[in-house]
């Protein structure tokens, strides 16, 4: 895992226009001027931990499969709320998601030293609920109607793992 570089955007981008990712995923498409602005606005804020997953070819080569972050890490309350799992079509089903997913919780836990790390799903994305549940978040409710997603509004159940119940 790494930090994001300007050179992961257009991937970024690509997931982000993507139909069958924004079904689960809160975010909507955006230009590409867009995509530099949240670049410029993520670097500047320090108030968020983004990384971008790779998995090794067997020539050693990286290649870039997803990412996954950590936002608005409020280092008073120690607690931070974690985002944008995407991975790319052709590395799911690999344990790389798992994987990754480990290693940022780590991070969050361990180096940002946070006590809770909360994150909301769609209900329906029963695939990052299994995930969530094997990492040992538990449910924590349901905000009913809370966003408006592709032309509907939509629950969401809130999940959060505390660090204790690592």
């Known amino acids: 895992m790494r930090p994001v570089e300007p050179e992961d955007l257009p991937f970024l981008m690509e997931q982000r226009w993507d139909a069958d990712l924004t079904a689960h995923i809160i975010h909507s498409p955006i230009s590409s001027y867009n995509q530099q602005q949240w670049y410029e606005k993520i670097c500047r804020n320090g108030d968020l931990a983004l990384s971008v997953f790779y998995k090794e070819t067997p020539d050693k080569t990286p290649v870039l499969v997803g990412s996954s972050g950590l936002y608005d890490i409020n280092h008073h309350h120690q607690r931070a709320t974690w985002k944008t799992l995407r991975m790319d079509k052709a590395h799911q089903g690999m344990g790389l998601a798992y994987e990754a997913s480990c290693l940022l919780l780590d991070y969050g836990f361990n180096t940002l030293n946070l006590n809770k790390i ?27 109607q809370h966003y408006f997603h592709q032309g509907v509004f939509k629950d969401v159940i809130v999940y959060g793992k505390i660090r204790d119940n690592r």
Do not use: A, K, Y
């Not at 909360?118 to 009913?144: A, H, K, T, W, Y």
């Open 118 to 144: 909360s994150c909301d799903v769609f209900p329906d994305n029963q695939q990052v609920i299994r995930l969530l549940e094997r990492l040992g978040f538990q449910e924590e409710g349901r905000l009913r």
